[in-house]
């Protein structure tokens, strides 16, 4: 099932979707040794992508938005999806990231559904301006040319039904020189609630010749093999499914280089316990302190141990954690052969919410297929995956 980006072989075309405040390199750490247990020797086993970088922040070299594009020491393709309006702007976010960061990877974000992006013009409703998103592909892969990095996109249905851009859109990336294109197969209207439409997978995996990867509704292995053999896409990537789960990197590799997914990873409830704890230990190296690690692994507590019986006072506890002592403690708590709870299988997991009522875009943006008077502002920030 090798998948090729450019000149980047992925014999395990698997990636994590860039998710706001969750892909620090810690957690992308965790992801990849899962993976790489599952398939030793297979590098890259998939591509686990830091969360979404204003293309601004990097280009002006802002130290806030550069310390968060910090890689995984381990992982031989470091990944970074960037945001921008601005074709110059983000030519120079890719010069300066692959040029003095060491970043292997650039994918371009065009699918974030956030109001505070989309009334700029940006994320999931850029794509209905033909000739910036031209523009800003272009640009994108001319600059990260001369380093030999692969350049891809993350993309959505449309706007909404009566807005699809999906079709135009991977056509352009094509024609630009684009390696891959990601569709979550939902619209920016949608945004992360309903059930993901396979379908228009199918139909740009028929409208293009460079690898399609899926987006949408994997919440197991199982999941990704049916969307791969339904619609023909090349890979999937996976972003609510894997949160509180990096072992679904494990069951994805396997399945695969198999083909098949022969086994499936159901933890204890210590053996969840045990990851915890080496997300803790990664998390406190990557933030050179126990307090912000501990702050920053609390909101992992949920996730990690949902439909487990912790019992409310233990799950309390675990989401006001503030020390690796403490940790322990709690932990010890837990029942460590507590069964993994089956009926939380092919569930969804992290935010969903509901539709929204009228997506927000700049006055008078679907008026026309191109910019016309618009004077696009960049910046902004948002979250991805799906």
Same mark, same amino acid.
């Given at each position: 099932?090798?998948?090729?980006?450019?000149?980047?072989?992925?014999?395990?075309?698997?990636?994590?979707?860039?998710?706001? #405040?969750?892909?620090?390199?810690?957690?992308?750490?965790?992801?990849?040794?899962? %993976?790489?247990?599952?398939?030793?020797?297979?590098?890259?086993?998939?591509?686990?992508?830091?969360?979404?970088?204003?293309?601004?922040?990097?280009?002006?070299?802002?130290?806030?938005?550069?310390?968060?594009?910090?890689?995984?020491?381990?992982?031989?393709?470091?990944?970074?999806?960037?945001?921008?309006?601005?074709?110059?702007?983000?030519?120079?976010?890719?010069?300066?990231?692959?040029?003095?960061?060491?970043?292997?990877?650039?994918?371009?974000?065009?699918?974030?559904?956030?109001?505070?992006?989309?009334?700029?013009?940006?994320?999931?409703?850029?794509?209905?301006?033909?000739?910036?998103?031209?523009?800003?592909?272009?640009?994108?892969?001319?600059?990260?040319?001369?380093? #030999?990095?692969?350049?891809?996109?993350?993309?959505?249905?449309?706007?909404?039904?009566?807005?699809?851009?999906?079709?135009?859109?991977?056509?352009?990336?094509?024609?630009?020189?684009?390696?891959?294109?990601?569709?979550?197969?939902?619209?920016?209207?949608?945004?992360?609630?309903?059930?993901?439409?396979?379908?228009?997978?199918?139909?740009?995996?028929?409208?293009?010749?460079?690898?399609?990867?899926?987006?949408?509704?994997?919440?197991?292995?199982?999941?990704?093999?049916?969307?791969?053999?339904?619609?023909?896409?090349?890979?999937?990537?996976?972003?609510?499914?894997?949160?509180?789960?990096?072992?679904?990197?494990?069951?994805? %590799?396997?399945?695969?280089?198999?083909?098949?997914?022969?086994?499936?990873?159901?933890?204890?409830?210590?053996?969840?316990? %045990?990851?915890?704890?080496?997300?803790?230990?990664?998390?406190?190296?990557?933030?050179?302190?126990?307090?912000?690690?501990? %702050?920053?692994?609390?909101?992992?507590?949920?996730?990690?141990?949902?439909?487990?019986?912790? #019992?409310?006072?233990?799950?309390?506890?675990?989401?006001?954690?503030?020390?690796?002592?403490?940790?322990?403690?709690?932990?010890?708590?837990?029942?460590?052969?507590?069964?993994?709870?089956?009926?939380?299988?092919?569930?969804?997991?992290?935010?969903?919410?509901?539709?929204?009522?009228?997506?927000?875009?700049?006055?008078?943006?679907?008026?026309?297929?191109?910019?016309?008077?618009?004077?696009?502002?960049?910046?902004?920030?948002?979250?991805?995956?799906?």
């Amino acid at each position: 099932m090798t998948c090729h980006l450019g000149g980047v072989s992925l014999p395990v075309p698997v990636f994590l979707a860039p998710m706001a #405040g969750v892909t620090n390199p810690a957690y992308r750490q965790i992801c990849r040794e899962q %993976a790489e247990a599952a398939v030793p020797g297979a590098r890259p086993a998939g591509v686990f992508t830091c969360e979404m970088i204003t293309a601004r922040g990097v280009a002006d070299r802002i130290a806030k938005t550069l310390s968060m594009m910090a890689p995984d020491p381990g992982d031989p393709l470091f990944s970074v999806q960037l945001y921008g309006t601005e074709p110059s702007v983000i030519a120079r976010a890719i010069t300066v990231a692959c040029g003095e960061q060491g970043v292997r990877h650039i994918d371009l974000n065009f699918g974030c559904p956030v109001p505070k992006v989309t009334r700029r013009g940006g994320g999931g409703v850029l794509p209905w301006k033909l000739d910036l998103f031209r523009s800003i592909v272009e640009a994108a892969v001319r600059a990260a040319e001369p380093f #030999g990095i692969p350049v891809t996109l993350k993309t959505r249905i449309g706007i909404d039904q009566d807005h699809v851009t999906m079709l135009d859109t991977a056509r352009i990336a094509q024609d630009c020189g684009i390696a891959a294109v990601t569709l979550h197969a939902r619209t920016v209207e949608q945004a992360y609630s309903g059930q993901a439409d396979w379908q228009a997978i199918s139909d740009v995996v028929q409208a293009v010749r460079i690898p399609v990867i899926g987006n949408g509704d994997i919440w197991e292995a199982s999941d990704a093999l049916t969307m791969m053999t339904q619609t023909g896409c090349a890979g999937v990537c996976v972003g609510r499914g894997a949160l509180g789960r990096p072992w679904i990197f494990r069951d994805l %590799a396997a399945a695969m280089i198999h083909g098949h997914p022969d086994t499936q990873t159901l933890p204890t409830a210590g053996e969840v316990a %045990a990851m915890v704890r080496r997300h803790a230990e990664l998390l406190v190296q990557h933030f050179g302190d126990e307090r912000h690690g501990m %702050a920053d692994l609390r909101k992992h507590m949920t996730w990690y141990f949902k439909g487990f019986s912790l #019992g409310s006072d233990l799950r309390q506890d675990l989401g006001l954690v503030s020390s690796l002592i403490q940790l322990d403690e709690l932990l010890a708590r837990i029942d460590p052969d507590e069964p993994f709870p089956r009926h939380e299988l092919h569930s969804p997991r992290g935010r969903q919410g509901s539709p929204r009522s009228k997506v927000t875009v700049p006055y008078g943006w679907l008026d026309s297929r191109t910019l016309d008077h618009f004077d696009v502002p960049d910046g902004g920030a948002g979250a991805s995956g799906g």
